[in-house]
């Protein structure tokens, strides 16, 4: 049964009205009635302990928050996707990266075909490249073995890749080098390739639709590079592979299609790093591990798919983010990876969340009267601390921060990880309790600045803490976000899988690029752009 709109559902009424009494109560009061709930609001799974009682809640707002899930058809949604329904309306396609980290013995029937056998199939293809490349059988034309390995693609064909490479750095074949080049700006290649040589490297051009202009336009200059360093066309098949779902634009573009690894249009390109778009990564850290990733996105994949909502993860914070956006009316997210290897973490949740969520209608294509998406960001801890964290603690704005934390540090030095760690406890502490006039008073200092030093505290977050950093967990980690992503644009009732706002820009783009070398069209834009072009023709000596 379709869910009545969303702010007629009695939750979400009822969530209107509970949030005028519990949402200015204090963090300090919550966590003084009840010296338990530090233990009570925590879930666990894969690996991943949540703690979530930092957010401001009480059991009511929970109790409401689930009802919300429930009168949203959050689960009878997922289900939907497991089943390979084409949830994602606005493209009439399935959802179903989950298939791509399900067991070989497993079975999934899409549009009557078990997709199973043909993910594993390229799953074996690309640990046979994986395999030939790192143990330097794969040879370049001039009969070296491949050093480096630059993959090119742009948005989910490269975040997720270059994200996962540095996460996962520490697993990684030391030997090879691996690049990223995503950006159309010619800064991006020329710098990736300018110290390597050309016959020991292999691309690897990722593309689903393989249209993409800026990973087009990257990949050309790749083959010029390589052709004007090795002389020989055929030198081609042995240094490019393509990962696309588009075998004739990738033949057109002149790679054999025996080096091609496909996937499918159920496979949306920011849910793509477990399709061959990992093939950079089986690359990094070898087939074993790869299978070890994929191992931990299906275990949590499991556990949304099973756990009852009350203990389910992903089902938790995603509510939780619903809490905060919709009842609390928090414009962003912080996420702070307090481990140096999850530096990327921050731009591809940006991705996954922004371009999934950040959308204006339903899936009837009503205009929404309700805030979706908000915006993500993040950094590394402890850098965050020493930049941005000031406005967090004390700025006008309320921004709720996912804190991740591990145990155990990949690389044991002196006292490092302690000192990291605490800082992750320590933020928490300090955003939800805060210091009042009175505390600040107890210590020395002039009352002049005491205002100053207040810290208001009831400043919600997540923390996430897991034993160490591997393939597995990192798996499990992102495939938390995944269904977080999801919870939160079931209840949204929106397309969470197409993305349809990147178009105009592309579109008005490739209508401009002819007038910037040009020295005399027609401009037929708003006068400001029309003078900006008119600038940039200039500057570049093409006339006025
Ligand atoms: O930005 C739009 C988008 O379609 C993303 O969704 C996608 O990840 C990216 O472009 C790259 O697309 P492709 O893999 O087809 O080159």
Redesign the pocket.
């Given at each position: 049964m379709t869910p009545a709109p969303l702010q007629d559902r009695p939750a979400w009424r009822a969530l209107e009205a509970h949030v005028e009494t519990i949402g200015q109560r204090h963090l300090r009061q919550l966590f003084e009635q009840d010296p338990e709930r530090g233990r009570r609001l925590r879930a666990q799974a894969a690996g991943i302990y949540l703690d979530y009682s930092k957010n401001r809640i009480t059991d009511e707002t929970l109790k409401l928050l689930l009802q919300l899930a429930r009168e949203s058809n959050v689960a009878e949604r997922r289900d939907a996707m497991f089943r390979g329904e084409h949830i994602n309306v606005s493209e009439d396609r399935a959802v179903l990266h989950v298939a791509l980290r399900m067991p070989r013995e497993s079975s999934l029937v899409v549009d009557g075909v078990d997709v199973i056998g043909e993910v594993h199939a390229v799953l074996d293809r690309m640990a046979d490249v994986a395999t030939r490349v790192r143990s330097g059988q794969w040879r370049g034309f001039t009969g070296r073995s491949i050093k480096n390995v630059v993959n090119i693609?742009?948005?989910?064909?490269d975040l997720g890749p270059v994200m996962a490479y540095e996460a996962l750095r520490f697993y990684s074949q030391r030997d090879l080098t691996f690049r990223f080049v995503s950006n159309v700006d010619s800064d991006d290649f020329v710098e990736a390739v300018r110290d390597l040589d050309a016959d020991e490297t292999l691309f690897i051009i990722s593309?689903?639709?393989f249209t993409?202009v800026e990973?087009l336009t990257n990949a050309h200059s790749a083959r010029a590079w390589l052709l004007e360093r090795l002389g020989d066309d055929a030198a081609v098949a042995k240094h490019f592979v393509a990962v696309s779902t588009n075998a004739e634009q990738v033949a057109a573009f002149g790679i054999d299609t025996a080096n091609m690894f496909g996937f499918w249009d159920w496979v949306g390109?920011?849910y793509s790093m477990t399709s061959a778009i990992g093939l950079s990564t089986m690359l990094a850290i070898g087939p074993d591990a790869y299978a070890e990733l994929l191992s931990g996105f299906h275990e949590m994949d499991e556990h949304f798919r099973l756990a009852p909502l009350e203990e389910n993860l992903p089902v938790l914070m995603g509510l939780l983010g619903v809490w905060n956006r919709n009842f609390l009316g928090c414009t962003t997210v912080g996420v702070m990876p307090y481990d140096q290897y999850l530096k990327r973490l921050p731009a591809y949740l940006q991705q996954l969340t922004m371009?999934s969520n950040g959308k204006h209608v339903t899936l009837e294509g009503v205009t929404v009267d309700y805030q979706t998406g908000p915006v993500y960001w993040g950094e590394p801890g402890t850098n965050g601390q020493h930049s941005f964290y000031q406005l967090i603690h004390q700025g006008t704005s309320i921004i709720p921060v996912d804190i991740i934390g591990f145990a155990r540090s990949l690389n044991p030095l002196g006292d490092h990880h302690d000192i990291l760690s605490a800082n992750v406890f320590a933020q928490a502490e300090a955003l939800a309790f805060g210091k009042t006039a009175d505390e600040v008073r107890r210590d020395a200092g002039p009352e002049r600045v005491i205002a100053h030093r207040v810290m208001e505290g009831n400043r919600p977050t997540n923390v996430l803490l897991a034993e160490v950093l591997t393939p597995k967990l990192l798996g499990s980690l992102i495939a938390l976000y995944e269904h977080v992503v999801f919870t939160q644009g079931a209840i949204w009732g929106i397309d969470s899988f197409d993305?349809w706002g990147?178009e105009l820009g592309k579109a008005l783009a490739s209508a401009i690029v002819p007038e910037l070398t040009d020295v005399a069209p027609v401009l037929g834009h708003d006068s400001s752009t029309n003078a900006l072009i008119e600038h940039y023709r200039k500057l570049n000596g093409r006339g006025s």
């Open positions: 693609g742009i948005g989910g064909s593309s689903k639709t993409t990973t390109g920011r371009e993305q990147v």
